[in-house]
């Protein structure tokens, strides 16, 4: 008791016995306007103003307009136009290294040409094959009508005109044997005289020989005409048709078999001229493809890419990958701002959205822009090597409505997205918030506790819906320097323990 006469001599001990009494709880609460005389105390108030909420998120710029090119097929640059230089629609801007596949053009248009020519010469002998196939079986058909009247005639017995055909037959080889006997006998008459040679007596014989063979024949071609075909030769006839009918079965197969076999022949030339024609096809597309053009009218752009030797600005005998974009060729004039919209204000953020950007060069200035495109499938935060555990993200398009050369492609800018606006609302920083168990509440200049109802917050300020009004002041938390000073002063002057006190 004598420490509290002597921090409040005179009445006000009874006075403060009379409070500890009535708020028994709160005994530690009423002790603090003795922090007033704290040096660092901070007070502030709550202000009439309109309550913000805002997301606050990085974009990058880009060109609104910017083709990337990337090459059909790995090779070496040979020739690079330089990064920055305006071009026009249709000028070459890269050009791939081809020595090789023009190289290997040549060659393969000489197998085209030999292909070629060696299909068209298939064909020509082909015909000619044909021809000569038809031909075959031809004579075997015409052969096989010969065996088969041959064979009906034998079926048939002779004829009376066949008769009479045979045996004129036969008259003209006797006669013309009885004259090759006179003949002998003239030349052996004039031989024995001189007047002849031995030669011509022997080729004499000779004829004579030949002539008496002829009768012997016609002869017994008569006897048999006259006596009629025998058992024999019916059959003899018989087996020469079944003979012929195989022949003709014979070239037909062959002819087919060939006609096939030559097909097959022509088929294997087809695909070899088809095969070496695609490689030379494909050689050309790929030595039409080593030339880079501009698709539009703009500023080339050289990106970073993989190259052998890491990620970087390619030049001329770096070596580009198939499909895997180098370069560009960029609108300027036009940009837009691309970022990632975080899943959860999804609902909040829709396409028309107004959105304050803020240079990072311009502190303090603010253009205003407005959101074209939300995307559709959600995706991974980017350039982010952990994602596990975070929110995904929805890609972001923003079109600023100053197009004056400001925003500079590849740059990053602040985006500021106001997603609540309320006019004519109480607001207190949030540091001057405090929270227990049943509620929030702050600390009155006076060091009293008031328990405040919160509405909507953002980063910096809080709503107040009820509590507090503007006229009242409250406590902020020290700052670092005050609670130093505070520290320092209390190691030289300790206070005096709570038991004391009481």
């Known amino acids: 008791m004598a420490r509290l006469k002597t921090l409040a001599p005179g009445g006000p001990l009874r006075f403060y016995l009379v409070l500890l009494l009535a708020f028994p709880l709160a005994s530690t609460v009423s002790c603090q306007p003795q922090s007033a005389q704290i040096k660092g105390l901070r007070l502030t108030s709550a202000r009439q103003g ?8 990085v974009g990058e710029v880009e060109a609104q307009t910017q083709v990337y090119l990337a090459p059909a097929f790995t090779a070496k640059l040979q020739k690079i136009a330089e990064d920055g230089a305006a071009i026009k629609q249709g000028q070459e801007v890269a050009r791939l290294d081809v020595k090789d596949e023009e190289e290997d053009l040549e060659d393969q ?12 010469e298939h064909d020509n002998s082909t015909a000619g094959e044909k021809v000569r196939l038809g031909a075959e079986i031809q004579r075997a058909e015409a052969e096989l009508a010969q065996k088969v009247l041959a064979s009906h005639e034998l079926e048939a ?4 005109e066949e008769l009479e055909k045979k045996r004129l037959q036969l008259e003209l080889t006797r006669r013309a044997r ?6 002998l006998a003239l030349k052996e008459k004039l031989a024995s005289r001189g007047m002849s040679t031995q030669l011509e007596v022997l080729q004499a014989k000779q004829e004579l020989s030949n002539r008496e063979r002829d009768y012997r024949v016609a002869e017994a071609e008569d006897q048999q005409a006259r006596a009629g075909a025998t058992r024999l030769a019916r059959q003899l006839a018989r087996v020469e048709v079944e003979l012929a009918q195989k022949v003709v079965v014979w070239a037909r197969r062959s002819r087919d078999l060939s006609l096939k076999k030559l097909a097959l022949e022509r088929q294997k030339k087809k695909a070899k001229f088809e095969s070496t024609g695609l490689k030379v096809k494909r050689l050309q597309t790929r030595i039409r493809q080593s030339s880079l053009k501009a698709p539009m009218d703009g500023t080339v752009v050289i990106n970073r890419s993989w190259t052998q030797e890491g990620l970087k600005r390619v030049g001329v005998g770096d070596e580009v990958y198939e499909g895997n974009p180098f370069m560009s060729v960029a609108n300027l004039a036009q940009v837009r701002i691309r970022s990632e919209l975080d899943e959860t204000l999804i609902r909040e953020v829709k396409v028309g959205l107004n959105a304050l950007i803020e240079l990072p060069s311009l502190k303090g ?25 975070l ?24 985006i500021r997205l106001p997603l609540q606006e309320r006019k004519q609302v109480l607001l207190l920083p949030r540091e001057a918030i405090y929270r227990k168990s049943d509620g929030h509440y702050v600390l009155l200049a006076s060091g009293e506790m008031r328990m405040v109802k919160l509405g909507e917050a953002n980063p910096k300020e809080v709503v107040i819906r009820s509590g507090l009004s ?3 002041q409250v406590r902020l938390p020290a700052s670092e320097d005050a609670e130093a000073d505070e520290s320092a002063n209390n190691a030289k002057n300790p206070a005096p323990k709570q038991g004391g006190a009481q």
Request: hydrophobic letters at 35%; aromatic letters at 4%.
């Open 157 to 160: 017995g002779t004829r009376a």
């Open 50 to 57: 309109t309550f913000v909420r805002q997301v606050e998120m």
């Open 391 to 414: 929110n995904k993200v929805f890609d972001l398009e923003i079109l600023p409505e100053v197009q004056e050369g400001l925003f500079k492609p590849g740059t990053s800018v602040d």
């Open 178 to 183: 009885d004259l090759a006997q006179s003949n």
């Open 365 to 389: 200035k603010r253009f205003k822009g407005k959101i074209t495109r939300i995307g559709v499938l959600a995706h991974e935060p980017s350039k982010r090597k952990n994602t596990q555990g």
């Open 109 to 120: 248009q000489l197998e085209l040409d030999a292909a070629k020519n060696a299909l068209q």
């Open 470 to 472: 503007a006229e009242e």
